[in-house]
């Protein structure tokens, strides 16, 4: 009798803990639903996207290009790159855009590289001083990109102007 005791007690005990995870289970799942949830609002927050590109193929010659840092720079992870005088290239909020320069500085008067670049969507200006003791044209900056709306980012950069 007392084995029977036991017996009974151990499944009823064993029944219970069962029923209670799976309580959490479905608990934790609805808690995952809503991180999904927060998520997908957290990415429509205004922020423009600036990804990665690779060297533009249009480019033949003279160029621009910059990353958002040296390490960036030397791994080729370009954000911006330009044909020195006509067409600057980026990826913005998921597109590849092919986008008119309307100024550019002389680089040759002073150590100073200024650049005004529009879209029908974005407003983009890079300002940059050359890092000295170099022999190649590396600049130093900040990349600066508005939309209409009036959402601004300004990311520093890293690059190399040259022929």
């Known amino acids: ?11 009823l005990l064993t029944a219970c803990k069962k029923d209670k995870e799976t309580i959490q289970s479905s608990s ?11 998520a997908k609002v957290e990415t429509t ?22 990353a958002r840092n040296k390490a960036d720079f030397e791994a080729e992870k370009y ?4 044909d020195a005088g006509k067409t600057a290239y980026m990826k913005l909020d998921g597109k590849r ?25 974005y407003k983009i200006s890079v300002k940059g001083k050359k890092i000295k003791n170099e022999e190649a ?4 900056g ?6 209409p709306d009036g959402t601004v980012e300004t990311l520093p950069i890293y690059g190399e102007c040259g022929c």
């Open 1 to 11: 009798m007392k084995y029977l005791i036991i017996f009974f007690s151990a499944f």
């Open 28 to 38: 934790s799942s609805d808690s995952l639903t809503v991180v999904k949830d927060s």
């Open 45 to 66: 927050s205004g922020k423009i996207q600036v990804d990665i590109i690779p060297f533009p193929k249009e480019i033949k010659e003279c160029s621009c290009y910059f």
């Open 79 to 82: 954000i911006y790159a330009d």
């Open 97 to 121: 855009l092919a986008m008119n320069l309307i100024s550019s500085s002389d680089m040759e008067v002073d150590e100073e590289l200024t650049k005004e670049i529009e879209s029908d969507n």
């Open 137 to 140: 044209l590396l600049f130093e």
């Open 142 to 147: 900040t990349l600066t990109i508005e939309k």
